[in-house]
């Protein structure tokens, strides 16, 4: 049974750092991508970056490129989401989900299977 365990949230004020952890179990090969979405109150869910655990690849949404940075360790099978330079607008429940994809990687949240059960990070202005 694949599990996404994430953690990191908090209160932070504007300019402030966190860090978001994903650990992840069950998955059976090194062909998969873990990535990191977002959902605030009425809007849809986004993908805020994502990265593949045996090529290295990553991506991230464009209003979060030079802010936030992907990373893993691989040995822990944990993704880690580094955030700086928060903004009020990154404010969401962010979630960690994981897909198998020996192709490549991708934000489109309907390409991943398994979901965590997700971390809120509030940013105060």
């Known amino acids: 049974e694949v599990q996404l365990q994430a953690s990191g949230g908090g209160f932070v004020q504007a300019g402030g750092s966190l860090r978001l952890s994903c650990v992840a179990s069950?998955?059976?090969?090194?062909?998969?991508?873990i990535g990191w979405f977002r959902q605030a109150p009425g809007k849809e869910r986004e993908g805020v970056s994502c990265i593949h655990r045996k090529y290295g690849t990553t991506s991230y949404l464009d209003s979060v490129k030079g802010r936030f940075t992907i990373s893993s360790d691989n040995a822990k099978n944990t993704v880690y989401l580094q955030m700086n330079s928060l903004k009020p607008e990154d404010t969401a429940f962010y979630y960690c989900?994981?897909?198998?994809?020996?192709?490549?990687?991708?934000?489109?949240?309907?390409?991943?299977?398994?979901w965590g059960q997700g971390t809120q990070v509030t940013v105060s202005s």
């Open positions: 989900a994981a897909t198998y994809s020996p192709y490549g990687i991708s934000l489109v949240k309907e390409m991943y299977d398994y």
């Open positions: 069950g998955l059976t090969s090194d062909d998969y991508a």
